[in-house]
């Protein structure tokens, strides 16, 4: 591909505020979440408030007037409890790939549960999506060695966890050395180039100072100009990634809270965050691409 056309990989984390929450009120969600107790806790009810369908259809229109395809990335439990809006997004043309099935450290599950939750994720999003997943992003982008050769006898085709950052409150360790581009990592090492069938596309850092840039997260808390700044470098040199989430476009959440922890993680979401989407997209025309096609899968 020559110089500048490179292509930048757009997807989204389908996930519900309450997963990202171990940010906000400093509970480790990386723990094994019980999903019914936290459901009953914040909606009195053994399922989520629907918070999340209003700022997806947001999304599905925002793509439709750019003409873009993304990957949206599904957990089985949010498949489990919104089955028609996984069909709609597939209806409309975009990626359905597999985010596990409930929102855990993948190091917590260790690899036969990891495996089991990866099964029955699949076996929830191939029905609604019309074909088996072949893409894989882990759920608080932590990743363990031996996650490489699950996904693959499952026949996954890529990855999109590694982010080629410094770590970050006891993350990303190890990866700030990983390629900036698309390439076959090590079954020894995700973070280095090696004969894993697997692609993994990874996600960018801030030039220099190698601090994650690619995710929505980033963008509202930090700033426009730190994911543009860093996208516009790394997409010279190859295909780079942007990802966010739905909740991240809506109005914060009332079951949220309000706490310091909250006001900062809740920073620029709603109107500002969808308006930074646009002008992302704007500015990348003709050069968004889903995951699959990254992948060359
Ligand atoms: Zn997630």
């Known amino acids: 591909m020559p110089a500048g056309r490179h292509r930048l990989v757009l997807s989204v984390d389908l996930d519900e505020w309450f997963h990202s929450r171990r940010w906000t009120d400093g509970v480790q969600t990386q723990a094994i979440p019980d999903m019914a107790a936290l459901l009953r806790r914040l909606y009195g009810s053994d399922r989520p408030g629907g918070e999340l369908v209003a700022p997806t259809r947001a999304l599905l229109d925002l793509f439709d007037r750019h003409q873009v395809k993304c990957t949206f990335f ?3 439990e949010v498949a489990e409890w919104y089955p028609d809006l996984v069909r709609e997004i597939a209806a409309r043309g975009h ?5 596990g099935f409930h929102h855990v450290d993948m190091t917590v599950l260790g690899p036969d549960q990891f495996a089991a939750q990866l099964d029955r994720a699949v076996s929830i999003l191939t029905p609604l999506a019309g074909r088996a997943p072949i893409g894989y992003r882990a759920p608080n982008l932590v990743y363990a060695p031996w996650a490489t050769r699950v996904l ?4 996954f085709a890529y990855d999109t966890t590694v ?15 990983a390629p900036h581009h698309p390439y076959h990592p090590s079954y020894d090492d995700v973070s280095k180039p090696g004969d894993a069938r697997l692609v993994e596309l990874p996600l960018p850092s ?3 100072i190698k601090l994650s840039a690619g ?11 730190w994911t543009m700044t860093s996208l516009r470098y790394r997409i010279r040199s190859g295909d780079t990634g942007f990802y966010f989430h739905p909740w991240e476009v809506a109005e914060r959440p009332a079951a949220a809270g309000r706490t310091w922890r909250g006001a900062l993680f809740y920073r620029h979401t709603g109107r500002w965050m969808l ?7 704007t500015h990348f025309r003709g050069r968004v691409v889903t995951a699959r096609e990254a992948a060359g899968a």
Request: glycine share 20%.
């Open 206 to 208: 801030f030039p220099g």
């Open 95 to 99: 990626e359905i790939g597999c985010h």
């Open 152 to 155: 693959e006898s499952r026949g």
């Open 275 to 281: 308006g930074a989407v646009d002008r992302i997209l």
């Open 74 to 76: 599904v957990l089985g």
């Open 215 to 225: 995710s929505g997260i980033l963008t509202r808390v930090i700033g426009y100009h």
């Open 163 to 177: 982010c080629v950052s410094r770590p970050i409150g006891g993350k990303y360790k190890g990866w700030a050395n």
